[in-house]
């Protein structure tokens, strides 16, 4: 019996021996795994941080290279240049009416004040000549009591009312004859028809468009250059313009400088006029200009 009991407590033993020395591997092989994850990750990060610092520098020198090249193309590129005229307008009717005659066409020359288009103004005429009857009615109602108060038969309230309403019959004669000058549309300038927007019989409305007018013998130059020039660009710097057309140069000179750059092209508005013969030039043709006394950097 003592043998037998003997024997279960060395089993008992052994059993609890082995789970213990289990427990005690696994453990082992734990710590093994956590330090092994943690080695890795570390070698990770260093690998990452390496990687990371490398990166702006590169993004860096790309960046100043592009702004250069943009500064450089900038500098580099051709100035165009635009003819426009000195003097150039779109005449509108001041009044509503039909169209009666056009005096001139496309291309024509005009001196300054000729009559370029005609209203039919029958109806204005009319009520001219209306103002005029009232006019000379309400002055001989005036004379009238001013003799009659030479004689007593006329107070100094009437002579009044009298030369009011006379007053007013003749602003009337004034007003009709400013609407009968709306008839006729008069040159502003001496120039040329550039284009012609209405008919003969046309009824068109306050304000609407009708001719175009330039003077060619008046022309300037119209150019955009980088805003970095403005140091040394002056009223008076000489360029020249060579028109893409026909390959001839023209001698020109800067008169204005805009007073601010564009926000977005980083451009300055020039504008320049031209020395002697301009024969051959017409607004609206572009060429390019060239500056000698452009300073070298």
């Not at 453990?27 to 390496?50: C, N, P």
């Amino acid at each position: 019996m003592q043998n037998k009991y003997r024997r279960v407590l060395g089993l008992t033993l052994l059993c609890v021996s082995t789970v213990s020395l289990a427990q005690a591997v696994r453990s082992t092989d734990s710590r093994g795994a956590a330090d092994a994850v943690e080695s890795s990750s570390a070698s990770v990060q260093r690998l990452d941080k390496k990687k990371t610092s490398d990166i702006p520098r590169a993004s860096t020198s790309q960046g100043s290279n592009s702004q250069f090249d943009e500064a450089s193309a900038l500098e580099q590129r051709d100035i165009s240049v635009l003819v426009v005229a000195g003097n150039e307008t779109t005449l509108s009717s001041q009044m509503a009416g039909k169209i009666k005659r056009i005096y001139f066409g496309l291309g024509d020359a005009v001196a300054s004040g000729a009559v370029l288009l005609e209203f039919d103004c029958a109806e204005q005429d009319a009520q001219l000549q209306t103002a005029e009857a009232e006019y000379r009615g309400a002055r001989e109602t005036h004379l009238t009591k001013l003799r009659l108060q030479a004689l007593g038969a006329a107070g100094e309230l009437e002579v009044t009312v009298a030369a009011a309403a006379a007053d007013k019959a003749k602003s009337q004669v004034v007003l009709r004859e400013s609407q009968i000058a709306y008839c006729k549309l008069t040159a502003p300038f001496a120039g040329r028809i550039a284009k012609t927007r209405v008919k003969v019989a046309e009824s068109v409305q306050a304000g609407q468009p009708m001719l175009d007018v330039v003077n060619p013998g008046s022309l300037k130059a119209q150019l955009f250059v980088p805003a970095n020039w403005a140091y040394w660009l002056r009223p008076g710097v000489p360029f020249q313009v060579r028109i893409s057309a026909e390959g001839k140069a023209y001698n020109a000179r800067i008169s204005k400088l805009n007073s601010r750059v564009e926000g977005v092209s980083q451009a300055l508005e020039l504008e320049g006029r031209f020395d002697g013969n301009t024969q051959g030039l017409l607004p609206g043709m572009v060429g390019t200009a060239a500056f000698s006394t452009r300073p070298k950097r």
